[in-house]
């Protein structure tokens, strides 16, 4: 019979943990890769440099308040408990040693009776009880159990009864009860501690638990699959309209600030503050803050009022002075990006071009800081130099010529707007073509890629860089030496081609965005005159920048994939490449997509005749053919054809009713 006992030093339950732990800690820790160190550069102007080192500061946190994430936390502190628990268990006594009667008197296990005998005589006249005086460190009672333990062993070894005993069952008593221990410590299961292990297991599996299941429930039922609220959507999908201008856009995503920072509260100290951002920012644009106030209502929930005066203290450039301010708005901005996507994504669901336009316009007067109009104007492409505003008084329509102008001035801020100006870059459409996959034209229902080629070229390049450096035109005339490169790229999967990291551009300059950002770009096909969005739209990263060293292929590729309609006919299709970082830096391009007729193939293009047979006309695939415009089988075609075959058929035994009868 097994006799079933509690582990009292909690060893065992200390093994079970022990490989628990290291089966989750392990893997987690192999799976974090040591971070590299950034290489990237970007624009090296005075606001940029410092807008970078406080993001790096913030993002790294002080000494007195490191920063650390939830896997490295959880890390620490399990492989903490991991190495008490090895501790604790490799210092641990273990019980179950097995019975060694030589061990225990001192022998080998070759020894002979006799010498056991001899031996056992010696140490009963050095452990006898009454020969042994007791010392500070030994009790009676340990004299004693020594002798008996001797005493024992002795007799396990000389006595057949207890050596057979032990032979049989590893003790010399003879047999025992089987113990078997279970990882559990005694002290959770002791009768005076039920109380307090009841109320642990309630509260675990009757209120955190639940508590964790409901909140994850709930939780996900409020946010959509874009990451933003559900009633956020909801405003987007109300608010936006086909013909939505730019303020109706701003008004929508305005609304969404009422619930994604609803526990926003407004405290004294920050009250003061917002009243003057509130009071300059209606002074600097009366109407763009009251139009905005009339369609979003923030004056009734203080949250909301102080989201959207945070937002446009950024899109003005005010300075706040309060640092809790400053984290709310840093927090706010961060997710003005995703809801924006969710305003996107709601837009493109309808295919309306123009509040598809205006959303990624929006996202470069958020990164630039610029209140947002909508059509780009001369004073808001050059107000994201360092040090221009957008009332300063320039002649100049361009980049270079600003330099030019505080050249001639001898403006102080001249030197910083180069540095900008030299990295800025400015994007160029190498090529554009639609290409079908094994084709040399398109044709109904076809699938067909969109294969643009984009590159970025600084404004002021040097003279003699600006010399060898391949123009738009002699790229193209090399683009046929590069056929096989664009087949082997049109056959993978990837939509961008392999680039390497050095040539690609480094951070843009954003010096009042609170987070380093990298350019980026939309490549939108849409019908102009239907203002439609034909295609869903890509998002194009890692442009690289134009070398002389890559004159051969000075431009990276991409690919959009889509449909062609079902019908031929010449389409006047539209691309836009609209910039998310940058305001004005935009390009546009008819491009007309011809559709050609399956006949214009030649014979041997022309796709092999199906087995399939066309539906019958009074079925209901042939009546659901007729409709799409497809072919069906008339009745007098059937007729003819069971006409033809019955014939054959005929034929057939005719000619075997012959060959029989011979």
């Known amino acids: 019979m097994a006799n079933y006992s509690y582990d009292e030093g909690g060893n065992m339950a200390a093994y079970f943990l022990i490989s628990f732990l290291a089966l989750i800690l392990i893997p987690l820790t192999l799976s974090i890769s040591p971070s590299k160190k950034k290489t990237l550069t970007g624009c090296q102007c005075n606001l940029c440099i410092d807008q970078r080192a406080h993001i ?43 019975y060694d009667p030589f061990e225990i008197l001192g022998l080998s296990s070759s020894a002979t009776e006799k010498e056991i005998k001899s031996h056992y005589k010696k140490l009963s006249k050095l452990y006898h009880p009454d020969k042994v005086k007791i010392t500070v460190n030994e009790t009676i009672e340990q004299i004693q159990n020594r002798f008996v ?34 990882a559990i410590p005694k002290w959770i299961v002791e009768s005076k501690n039920n109380v307090w292990v009841l109320g642990v297991y309630g509260l675990i599996f009757g209120g955190a638990l639940p508590t964790l299941v409901g909140r994850w429930w709930f939780g996900s039922r409020q946010k959509t699959k874009d990451g933003v609220n559900a009633r956020s ?25 009422k619930w994604e920072l609803s526990d926003m509260k407004i405290n004294s100290r920050d009250a003061a503050e917002l009243d003057t951002l509130e009071k300059n920012i209606s002074t600097i644009a009366p109407k763009q803050w009251e139009t905005l106030k009339s369609l979003i209502h923030a004056g009734k929930d203080a949250g ?10 950024h899109l003005l450039r005010l300075k706040v002075e309060s640092s809790s301010l400053q984290k709310e708005q840093t927090q706010i901005l961060l997710q003005t990006p995703v809801l924006l996507n ?26 630039q800081a610029l209140l947002p109009r909508p059509l780009p104007a001369k004073q808001d492409r050059l107000a994201q130099l360092p040090g221009i505003k957008t009332g300063d008084d320039l002649k100049a329509d361009d980049f ?138 890509m998002k194009i990263t890692n442009v690289p920048f134009s070398s002389p060293k890559t004159a051969d292929r000075s431009y990276r590729t991409y690919k959009l994939q889509f449909q062609a309609p079902q019908g031929p006919g010449m389409y006047t299709w539209k691309i836009y490449l609209i910039s998310d970082t940058f305001v004005g ?45 497809g072919k069906v089988k008339k009745a007098e075609e059937r007729e003819d054809q069971s006409e033809d075959e019955s014939s054959t ?14």
């Open 56 to 98: 790096a500061s913030r993002e790294r946190g002080s000494i007195f308040k490191p920063k650390f994430s939830t896997k490295s936390i959880f890390l620490v502190c399990g492989w903490s408990v991991l190495a008490y628990l090895s501790y604790k268990v490799a210092n641990a006594k273990m019980d179950n040693k097995i």
């Open 585 to 629: 830096e935009e390009i546009s391009r008819n491009m007309t997509l011809k559709i050609d007729d399956v006949s214009a193939l030649n014979a041997d293009e022309q796709p092999g005749e199906d087995e399939i047979s066309d539906p019958d006309e009074d079925s209901l695939a042939g009546q659901m053919s007729a409709m799409r415009g």
């Open 233 to 257: 959507a909801a405003a987007f999908f109300k608010s936006l309209k086909e013909d939505s201008t730019m303020e109706d856009v701003v008004g929508a995503l305005g609304k969404a600030y």
């Open 400 to 537: 270079a010529g600003v330099v030019s102008e505080l050249e001639a001035t001898n403006d102080s801020r001249v030197e910083d707007i180069k540095k900008a100006v030299s990295q800025w870059g400015r994007l160029e459409l190498v090529d554009a073509t639609y290409k079908v996959i094994g084709e040399r034209i398109v044709t109904p229902s076809s699938i067909v890629y969109l294969v643009v080629k984009l590159r970025i070229s600084p404004p002021n390049s040097a003279p003699a860089a600006a010399e060898k450096e391949p123009s738009v035109e002699q790229v193209k005339q090399t683009i046929k030496a590069n056929d096989e490169k664009d087949e082997e790229f049109l056959m993978s999967r990837s939509d961008a081609e392999p680039i390497k990291e050095e040539s690609a551009s480094g951070w843009a300059h954003a010096p009042y965005w609170p987070q380093n950002r990298k350019p980026g770009w939309w490549l939108v096909l849409a019908d102009e005159k239907n203002s439609r969005v034909m295609v869903p739209p």
């Open 149 to 182: 333990d001797l005493t024992k062993a002795y007799k396990s070894l000389t006595d057949e009864t207890i050596r057979e005993n032990l032979r049989k069952y590893g003790n010399p008593d003879g047999p025992q009860q089987t113990s078997v221990g279970i």
């Open 649 to 662: 058929d005929d034929g057939e035994s005719d000619d075997s009713s012959s060959s029989d009868s011979d």
């Open 342 to 367: 969710a305003l996107l994504n709601i837009s493109l669901s309808r295919n309306w071009l123009i509040p598809t336009i205006y959303v990624m316009r929006l996202h470069g007067y958020l990164a």
């Open 304 to 313: 909301h009022r102080k989201a959207i005066i945070l937002v446009y203290a």
